[in-house]
């Protein structure tokens, strides 16, 4: 096409296609514009227009010269290659920075081919028509992998489904900074709006830092990693545990042991002692309440693992950093001693814990998620029957709650050495033993927390190994580039090189799926009027799973609820 109706119409096109760039999504864009446009260009159309600098119109004019003395074919040939680069160059451009540069390196040997073909009898048009559909086609395939990887740990069904959404946040107790960053860390958590959080190096029972921060609305669940090395250790770490029990008896001398942890802390950043007479001070202050917490709103599910009241300590396994659950202070006497705050003030059992060393513990807790049926199943599917004029039972359709499916899900939260990978190693793997009986019992399993490991440490390998999967990896296709430090800046604050420290793992059972539906970071901003001040100097990471059941898993009711119904008792 040409003359002056060729113009109009190229420039009609440029701008059409301008206008679709501007209006739908990269992704969209390039899928649907590389082949048309490499048609078109071998065709004689130039669908966008080139920007030409001084320097490029003096290289084609130089190119002009030379074709004039070249036979016709060749001038053709070398006509449709500059318009299918200049196409494929233009298609790039829709594309993602990654995506891009991808293009371009294709593009290149692709370059290299179609010049080495211009000079050939045979069609050299074609060849480089064929390099560049290879790229477009490459790229596609790339995008609907890395949509597909960013989508779900594994494929989508369509059986009874439920969303929960899970918070993993060390929020640094009491320390740095703590009275300026509270409001900051309560407005971050009110706006995650999770439906469960697991803190890391917090102050929970009596002090009830969740409490403060969420409101009553959350049931919490303590850990007090502090009092639980204590007393699994020595003959004096339990005295020491004992005492502290019997004063917190006492309204006035829990008064002021509450009130000792802001008092030690503030006093030492005032001053700013950082030496270890000083932080011995601070640790037998915050000792009492310091460890973890899971804070929900879901329902917990009343069950008790197999054999958890037969666990005893493990004596050998101190030297190693990991010590086994100590039933003495565990969901016994520990619960019946100290109990959980919760949003009507009653005192709720502890979760089951598991002793790590030097104030270290994990802690379980199995809540239960009513799975709705999907879309066109089940009652729903009686509902639009009743729309259109079917019959429809009404006696059974009325209890939709006896109807409804239930998963139950273990919740794992726990704070890692920060000293030695190979602790740190063993920890994790004492935690993958101690989930493995609990696997044939429910839906599935997440585990959150501070493993302060970088990802490229040997424990994700063993995650990996008892088939859990980092949930924030699988949305994104990569860790966090850090979590910790975050930003702030205080006195008496922990330093070190950036990484990510924080992550949330998910295992699924048979005849479920734990979809991953989103994975974003929580804290990461500074507060608006000091660009030193964060939350935390962690930074959170929010989780939202999706649990679908299988329809073999969810035709027969609860498939984990018959163990608790065999079991009983309380978590």
């Not at 409490?211 to 502090?226: I, K, N, S």
């Amino acid at each position: 096409m040409t003359g002056p109706t060729g113009v109009i119409a190229r420039r009609v096109v440029a701008i059409a296609a301008q206008q679709v760039a501007r209006q739908v999504p990269q992704q969209v864009v390039a899928p649907l514009l590389v082949p048309p446009a490499v048609f078109f260009a071998s065709q004689h159309w130039a669908l966008l227009p080139t920007r030409r600098t001084p320097g490029k119109q003096q290289q084609k004019q130089e190119e002009h010269q030379q074709l004039q003395s070249a036979p016709a074919a060749a001038v053709r040939r070398q006509s449709r290659f500059r318009r299918i680069k200049a196409v494929v160059a233009a298609a790039a451009s829709f594309l993602p920075g990654g995506a891009a540069r991808g293009t371009a390196a294709v593009f290149a040997v692709a370059t290299q081919l179609a010049s080495l073909a211009a000079s050939v009898p045979v069609s050299g048009a074609a060849v480089g028509g064929l390099a560049a559909g290879i790229a477009a086609k490459g790229i596609r395939r790339w995008q609907v992998a890395r949509r597909s990887a960013r989508r779900a740990m594994v494929n989508v069904d369509t059986g009874p489904a439920a969303e929960v959404s899970v918070v993993t946040f060390n929020i640094r107790g009491i320390m740095d900074r703590w009275p300026e960053r509270a409001p900051l860390l309560q407005r971050c958590l009110i706006q995650a709006d999770a439906d469960v959080f697991c803190f890391q190096e917090v102050l929970t029972g009596e002090f009830a830092q969740e409490l403060q921060l969420l409101g009553p609305d959350y049931c919490v669940h303590e850990c007090r990693a502090a009092l639980q090395h204590l007393s699994s250790s020595s003959l004096l770490g339990a005295a020491y545990v004992s005492t502290l029990k019997a004063l917190l008896h006492f309204s006035w001398t829990r008064s002021l042991l509450v009130s000792l942890p802001e008092s030690v802390e503030g006093w030492r950043e005032q001053y700013q002692l950082a030496g270890n007479w000083s932080r011995l001070l601070r640790d037998l202050a915050i000792a009492p309440f310091y460890g973890n917490s899971i804070a929900t709103r879901l329902p917990a599910a009343q069950l008790e693992p197999p054999g958890s009241s037969k666990q005893q300590p493990n004596s050998s396994g101190k030297a190693a950093g990991v010590t086994g659950s100590n039933n003495s202070w565990g969901s016994g006497s520990w619960s019946s001693v100290w109990g959980s705050s919760s949003s009507s003030g009653s005192s709720h059992p502890a979760s089951d814990l598991l002793v790590l060393g030097d104030f270290r513990a994990a802690q379980r807790v199995c809540v239960q998620l009513r799975l709705t049926p999907a879309p066109g199943t089940g009652r729903q599917q009686q509902q639009q029957q009743a729309g259109c004029g079917g019959n429809v039972d009404h006696t059974q359709s009325n209890d939709s709650s006896s109807n409804d499916a239930v998963a139950h899900v273990w919740l794992v939260n726990t704070h890692l050495d920060h000293a030695a990978a190979d602790i740190r190693q063993r920890q994790v793997q004492t935690i993958c033993a101690w989930m493995e009986p609990l696997k044939g019992s429910c839906a599935g399993i997440v585990v959150t927390g501070d493993l302060n490991a970088p990802p490229d440490e040997a424990l994700h390998a063993s995650m990996a190994a008892a088939g859990f999967m980092s949930a924030h990896k699988a949305a994104h296709g990569s860790e966090p580039s850090f979590t910790w430090p975050s930003g702030i800046q205080a006195p008496l604050m922990d330093e070190g090189e950036p990484h990510c420290a924080d992550y949330v793992y998910a295992w699924q059972a048979p005849g479920y799926q734990l979809l991953v539906a989103a994975a974003q970071l929580c804290g990461d901003k500074p507060s608006q009027d000091d660009a030193t001040l964060y939350p935390s100097d962690h930074i959170g990471i929010k989780v939202k799973l999706r649990v679908v059941a299988s329809s073999s898993s969810s035709s027969g009711g609860n498939a984990a609820g018959e163990f608790a119904a065999g079991t009983g008792g309380s978590s």
